[in-house]
């Protein structure tokens, strides 16, 4: 076992078992398997060690793809197209909603003038009846007049009736 390679005596395997250590002169040596009590034990990874490097690409040029402006004008004509197609699929539904909510709001206004109307017609009736326009009559002595009361304009028998003097 003189011959393994050095990284094979590190394994905790060899520690324990007892393994000839290259750096001890082929003697076999007992490695001790007794632990401090009070040593922490390694974290996971702990030997990995990750190294970054500051990369700067502000001197960097991109270069120009030929194939990149003829992509994106495609994909800008196929969502138009996707756009236009939607919308002519969505309009006539959301114009039928709009008319329904239109037409229940003018059947809501027919139903608030007719109502008025009905009221502006009582009111009417109740400023027409005889009783009121009686009272109103005798108010304003405007009474009907008796049969002696009565007077009977005459008219002049010929017929000028303005005459132009010259």
């Known amino acids: 076992m003189a011959t393994l390679p050095a990284f094979f005596t590190t394994l905790p395997l060899f520690k324990r078992a007892g393994v000839a250590r ?15 009590p009070f040593q922490l034990r390694s974290l996971p ?3 990995v060690f990750f ?10 040029v991109r270069q120009a793809d030929p194939q ?17 197609a939607l919308a002519c699929v969505l309009v006539p539904g959301a114009m039928t909603t709009s008319s329904g909510y239109r037409l229940e709001s003018l059947r809501a206004e ?14 009417e009736a109740e400023l027409l009846s005889p ?3 009686d009272r109103l009559a ?29």
């Open 22 to 36: 290259p750096e001890t002169g082929g003697r076999s040596a007992e490695i001790s398997a007794q632990r401090d």
């Open 51 to 60: 190294f970054s490097k500051k990369i700067d690409n502000s001197r960097l």
């Open 131 to 133: 009783e009121r326009l």
């Open 110 to 123: 027919e139903r608030r003038l007719m109502d008025e109307r009905r009221a502006l017609d009582l009111q």
């Open 68 to 84: 990149a402006k003829s992509a994106c004008w495609s994909a800008i004509g196929v969502a138009s197209i996707a756009v236009a």
């Open 138 to 166: 005798r108010a304003q002595n405007m009474v009907t007049p008796k049969s002696d009361q009565v007077y009977h304009l005459e008219g002049k028998p010929d017929s000028a009736v303005a005459m132009v003097k010259p």
């Open 45 to 47: 990874q702990d030997q």
